[in-house]
């Protein structure tokens, strides 16, 4: 019983803070961008980082703040590869690792020279 109403109590302060905290969704998408470029080198899309604050860990996200959305992008994309001679005739290439992702949102970005 008392998990079953330490639950419901949960949910109801979950939902509160979420209808009481407003976002202006196109700012915190420049911060994360300008910090996540700060910090590794990424430029990640608008639109990846769009497409994770629309998944159910959106509030997560947002409650993290920019700064430490950012670096989660970062440990997961990594450094900036190195660029690989092209291959000789006949090789055979390995397929691309799938993109990591975050929220189940594959990251999209590029890296910037800096």
Same mark, same amino acid.
């Given at each position: 019983?008392?998990?079953?109403?330490?639950?419901?109590?949960?949910?109801?302060?979950?939902?509160?803070?979420?209808?009481?905290?407003?976002?202006?969704?196109?700012?915190?998408?420049?911060?994360?961008?300008?910090?996540?470029?700060?910090?590794?080198?990424?430029?990640?899309?608008?639109?990846?980082?769009?497409?994770?604050?629309?998944?159910?860990?959106?509030?997560?996200?947002?409650?993290?703040?920019?700064?430490?959305?950012?670096?989660?992008?970062?440990?997961?994309?990594?450094?900036?590869?190195?660029?690989? &001679?092209?291959?000789?005739?006949?090789?055979?290439?390995?397929?691309?690792? &799938? &993109?990591?992702?975050?929220?189940?949102? &594959?990251?999209?970005?590029?890296?910037?020279?800096?």
């Amino acid at each position: 019983m008392r998990t079953c109403i330490a639950a419901v109590l949960a949910a109801f302060l979950f939902m509160g803070a979420m209808c009481s905290a407003t976002v202006d969704i196109p700012t915190f998408i420049a911060k994360v961008q300008e910090a996540t470029v700060k910090a590794c080198g990424y430029m990640p899309l608008a639109d990846f980082i769009n497409a994770v604050l629309q998944t159910n860990e959106s509030a997560a996200v947002i409650s993290m703040g920019a700064n430490a959305f950012a670096h989660m992008i970062c440990d997961r994309v990594g450094p900036a590869p190195i660029p690989a &001679p092209p291959p000789a005739p006949g090789t055979v290439i390995k397929a691309e690792p &799938p &993109p990591p992702t975050i929220a189940g949102v &594959p990251i999209t970005g590029h890296y910037v020279v800096q």
